[in-house]
């Protein structure tokens, strides 16, 4: 009976404890096979239950990768949960035997997957509210989505998730510095464009220093949009930034000759100049 205690301890380890009645008849005949978990194991390669639990080698296989031994396996899975939990992500995230499959097959390391989980997860999670708030608008991602998004290979690649990460920091500064909304397209184009966090901030602070001014329009004037007043800010359009630079330069003459905002009642209206 010891024999057959120790197989189940073995095959509960390995998460095969449904096959200990298969194997209970051979220890018995032969009770050394407990001595050799490798040997035990590969006898049961065939069955439904052995492939089921080690799938991701049949990723691997078919990505032309080796196979883990059940013992190698076991440890990565181990080695994942541990570099979860380091990372202080709540229970039920990516660290069920499926999820772990997915990594493995993939042939993710747990370096790869805490680079992951450092770079995307909680640079995101421990932003300022901005940055999530537009993760949910520009991508439709709850709390848990937003962790999944970073740390999960079958769903994005890592660049893909760091650009969002990114946009949607952009599109944060857009909204609190200027008052504009940007949409996924937009705030993807100048995360592209390499416009960090820093940038974006010092340019929609430019944009809602000046939009006002900018947006008024003098006569024969057409107004400047918003895509207009991003492009020639941050430098991705010369037509539009030369625009902006003009119509500065003619708002700067009026002022110098005497001009100023007309005001009514109600508030300001437009830009006055001396002699209207």
């Known amino acids: 009976m010891a024999a057959v205690d120790e197989l189940k301890a073995i095959l509960t380890y390995y998460g095969l404890g449904t096959l200990a009645d298969v194997l209970s008849a051979r220890i018995v005949d032969d009770p050394t096979l407990v001595e050799n978990p490798t040997v035990l194991l590969s006898s049961v390669r065939d069955t439904t239950e052995y492939k089921t639990r080690f799938k991701g080698n049949a990723t691997r296989r078919a990505a032309g990768l080796p196979e883990l031994s ?56 421990q932003a300022e509210p901005g940055t999530k708030a537009e993760l949910k ?52 184009a100048l995360a592209t464009e390499g416009i960090t966090r ?36 941050f430098g991705t359009n010369q037509a539009a930034a030369q625009r902006i630079a003009t119509r500065r330069r003619k708002r700067q003459a009026t002022f110098e000759q005497g001009g100023g905002f007309a005001a009514t009642q109600t508030g300001t ?6 002699g209207q």
Do not use: C, H
Request: proline share 2%; net charge negative; aromatic share 10%.
């Open 70 to 125: 059940p013992f190698d396996y076991v440890a990565l899975e181990n080695s994942y949960r541990d570099t979860l939990r380091a990372n202080s992500l709540p229970k039920g995230f990516y660290d069920t035997q499926d999820d772990f499959a997915n990594f493995i097959g993939k042939d993710i390391s747990s370096n790869e997957l805490n680079a992951r989980v450092s770079q995307g997860y909680n640079a995101v999670m």
């Open 137 to 188: 608008q520009l991508y439709g991602l709850s709390d848990g989505d937003i962790a999944a998004f970073f740390i999960d290979p079958t769903r994005f690649n890592q660049s893909d998730a760091i650009k969002k990460a990114q946009a949607a920091q952009v599109a944060s500064e857009a909204r609190r510095q200027a008052g504009f909304t940007l949409d996924a397209a937009g705030a993807e």
């Open 198 to 233: 820093g940038q974006a901030q010092q340019g929609f602070q430019q944009i809602g220093a000046t939009q006002e001014l900018l947006g008024m329009n003098l006569q024969g004037e057409t107004a400047l949009t918003q895509a207009e007043q991003i492009a020639g800010t």
């Open 269 to 274: 209206t437009g830009l006055g100049t001396v």
